[in-house]
């Protein structure tokens, strides 16, 4: 299984990006997708998770900014993030929750200029 972040970049405050989330090996549908970020000097964070089943939440912070989102015949998850704040600067990991274990792809880094 190997899963790869992408769409991360430099954005000025108020913009919007959307990140994706490819996998290999994997299907995506059948299992739990999130996306966390890590900002410098921080602990990585829980920012979105897609369900099996197509269920959405969201941390307290980026509701109403951000969509996680999923596109079963291309097997990708989004992260689209609009009304970016400085403070959302992090690279962003999307994870994949299987019966025994959870798979990270490498991060992206989002940076958001005041």
């Known amino acids: 299984v190997q899963l790869q972040a992408f769409g991360g970049g430099l954005v000025q405050t108020g913009g919007s990006l959307r990140l994706s989330c490819a996998a290999s090996?994997?299907?995506?549908?059948?299992?739990?997708v999130a996306w966390y970020r890590q900002a410098p000097g921080k602990e990585r964070e829980l920012v979105a998770v897609?369900?099996?089943?197509?269920?959405?939440s969201y941390e307290d912070s980026v509701k109403g900014r951000f969509a996680i989102s999923r596109d079963n015949a291309q097997n990708r998850v989004y992260l689209q993030m609009s009304s970016l704040k400085p403070d959302d600067t992090a690279v962003y990991y999307c994870?994949?929750?299987?019966?025994?274990?959870?798979?990270w792809g490498k991060g992206t880094l989002v940076t958001v200029s005041s």
């Open positions: 994870n994949v929750a299987r019966w025994d274990r959870i798979y």
């Open positions: 090996g994997i299907i995506f549908s059948s299992h739990s």
């Open positions: 897609i369900a099996d089943g197509g269920s959405t």
